[in-house]
Structure formats: structure tokens, C-alpha cells
């Protein structure tokens, strides 16, 4: 199918955008890669009246490191993440998760900012902002304001950036001494997205690992951090009971939808398997 007509406009600065946003409220939308929003317009679920194309916003663009946290642009496309040497230093997390994103061409167009703004429910970099403790600078008429990514994900597609509004960046604290990351997610073909998938950080001192965040994602309608399971890790050497424990808490920290291929209880169990695989890799290096 063919998406139905619309008006187009590229913008050239925050401000125009913002105004754009502002006159043609509920009718427009923001196309950064377009690697989600066109196929929903081809596939008819989606029918604005205008795109806005913000692709040619500097003040969206760049990755850099300033005041203890690592600041990725919104503009910043999925390849990039992948090949930036601060990103690799600073948050391991994202490089490991990048890799797992869809194929090369749609990594080459996507962006950061897009896939955070969509929120899918099976997105890797979502579930990893929350892992990292990230926080979201969002741009609106009356400046710019910040929110932490536990607030930031409200639901399936839903998010806190309101219709006139901007996702301009994500901020992230640098990795810290003794964390460690590690990612995960089965799929049926490299590329798909996940049927259950899983990102973690935590300290680590030898085999002991304490502050564990699991981040699981493609289980609820957004990502979600288990916290029972990370109790019954956090503290202990890892060995087979704390394993088992982790695993068995997951029935407290996740309720899993059931989607077209799977049902409820095959995501738990699916989630039990990377939580044994992920804290074992936390346990013995992560990145
Ligand atoms: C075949 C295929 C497979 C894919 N597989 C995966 C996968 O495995 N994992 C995965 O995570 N993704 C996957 N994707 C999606 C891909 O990663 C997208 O690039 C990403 O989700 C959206 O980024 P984008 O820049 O293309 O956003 P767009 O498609 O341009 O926009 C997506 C949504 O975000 C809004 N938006 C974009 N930027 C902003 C902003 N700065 N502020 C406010 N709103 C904004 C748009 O209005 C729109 O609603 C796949 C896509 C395809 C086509």
C-alpha cells in the first residue's frame, strides 16, 4: 500500500520546528529516519496531515561527554552509535545492544532519538536507557526540561514528550568503576525484533554483584526492571541457588503479554533463560 498524501516540511532550526508544532498540533508529525513512521503511513495506520522533517536540526546532532554523563543527540543515527568510540567507553551497553537493531540499511537511516520517541514495547535502546539510568531532554515553546527515563516510558507507543514538543537528547552517566554490562534477547532470525529481550548493569566485585538492573523489554507494554530478581542477586556470589532464586523472583517482576506466536507463560519462562545467561556473563566480565 501507498501512504495517503500529506503536506511536507523540513525545518531548519528549534525554533521553526517548534512554531511548525505549535500551528499544526495533532496533525503533524516528526520524521527523523522514518524506519518506523513510513511503514505505519504505507500500512495506513497512521494518517497526518503534515510531516515535519527534522533532519536538518544541528542542535539534534553529535555524541559527547561533559559532566559526568554521555550525551547522544537525538539525530544520532543507529550506525553512528555503533562506531563511536565514547559510546563504547562510556555506555558498553549500547554497543552491545546496537548490533541486534534491525539490518544495516534500516541502522544507517534510524535514529536514536526515533526509537526512543516511538517507544516499541520491543525495542533494544529503550529497555537500555532504562538499565543505564538515563534521563530525556525534551525542547517545548517554554524551553527545555528534563525527565528521568523511569518516568519517561508511560505505556505501548506512549511516551512523556507532549505533541508540541521535541526529544532533543538522551543524557547518561558514564560508566562507573567496577560496572559492568551485559546484553541479550532471542529472536527468531538475527535482525527480528526480540521475542523477549534483556539489558543489565551492575557492580561487579569478582563474582559478587550488587546495584543488578534488569531491563527487560518485549515482554509488557514497556520496558520494565525486575526488581525481585535483582534482590535475590544483589550481594551474593553468583552460584546455581541465587541463580535459581533470580529466576524464580522473575514470576513477582514480570506480568508478559502474550503476543501472535507466544503466550504469557513461554515469555516467562523465555526470560528466566536470558536472566540465567545475563547475570552469568555480569558475573564473569560483562563489557
Ligand atoms: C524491517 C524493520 C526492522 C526493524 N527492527 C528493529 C529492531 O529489531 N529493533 C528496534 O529497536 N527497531 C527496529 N526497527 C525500527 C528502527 O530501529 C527505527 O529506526 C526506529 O525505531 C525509529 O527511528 P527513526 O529515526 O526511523 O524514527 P521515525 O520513523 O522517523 O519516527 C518514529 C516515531 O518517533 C517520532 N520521532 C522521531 N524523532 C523524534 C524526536 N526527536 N522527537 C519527538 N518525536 C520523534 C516520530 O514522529 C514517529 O512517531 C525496525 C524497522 C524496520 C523497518
Request: proline share 5%.
Amino acid at each position: 500500500m501507498k501512504a495517503p498524501s500529506f503536506d511536507y516540511v523540513k525545518v531548519q532550526s528549534l525554533p521553526e520546528l517548534l512554531g511548525v508544532l505549535v500551528e499544526r498540533g495533532d496533525d503533524a508529525k516528526i520524521i527523523a529516519g522514518g524506519q518506523s513512521l513510513v511503514p505505519t503511513l504505507n500500512m495506513r495506520l497512521s494518517a497526518p496531515e503534515i510531516l515535519i522533517d527534522i533532519n536538518g536540526l544541528e542542535e539534534l546532532k553529535g555524541i559527547a561527554v561533559a559532566d559526568g554523563y554521555l550525551r547522544i543527540g537525538a539525530l544520532t543515527r543507529h550506525y553512528e552509535l555503533g562506531r563511536s568510540d565514547e559510546v563504547a567507553a562510556h555506555a558498553p551497553l549500547l554497543a552491545q545492544a546496537l548490533p541486534h537493531i534491525a539490518h544495516e540499511a534500516i541502522r544507517s537511516r534510524g535514529t536514536f532519538g526515533g526509537s526512543i520517541a516511538n517507544a516499541d514495547p520491543a525495542a533494544e535502546l529503550p529497555a537500555c536507557l532504562l538499565a543505564l539510568r538515563g534521563r530525556l531532554v525534551i525542547a517545548g515553546q517554554n524551553g527545555e526540561r528534563t525527565v528521568d527515563v523511569a518516568d519517561f516510558f508511560h505505556g505501548l507507543y506512549e511516551t512523556a514528550i507532549e505533541p508540541e514538543e521535541v526529544l532533543v537528547a538522551a543524557e547518561i552517566p558514564v560508566l562507573g568503576g567496577g560496572e559492568r554490562a551485559a546484553f541479550d534477547e532471542l529472536v527468531m532470525r538475527h535482525g527480528d525484533y526480540a521475542i523477549v529481550g534483556l539489558a543489565a548493569m551492575a557492580k561487579a566485585d569478582g563474582e559478587i554483584l550488587s546495584d543488578v538492573r534488569l531491563s527487560f523489554f518485549s515482554v509488557e507494554g514497556k520496558p520494565v526492571l525486575a526488581a525481585a530478581a535483582a534482590d535475590a542477586v544483589n550481594g551474593k556470589p553468583l552460584n546455581e541457588e541465587v541463580l535459581q532464586a533470580a529466576q524464580a523472583a522473575l514470576e513477582n517482576d514480570l506480568d508478559p503479554l502474550s503476543d501472535l506466536y507466544n503466550t504469557a507463560a513461554t515469555k516467562l519462562h523465555l526470560a528466566r533463560v536470558l536472566t540465567g545467561r545475563v547475570l552469568s556473563k555480569l558475573a564473569s566480565g560483562g563489557a
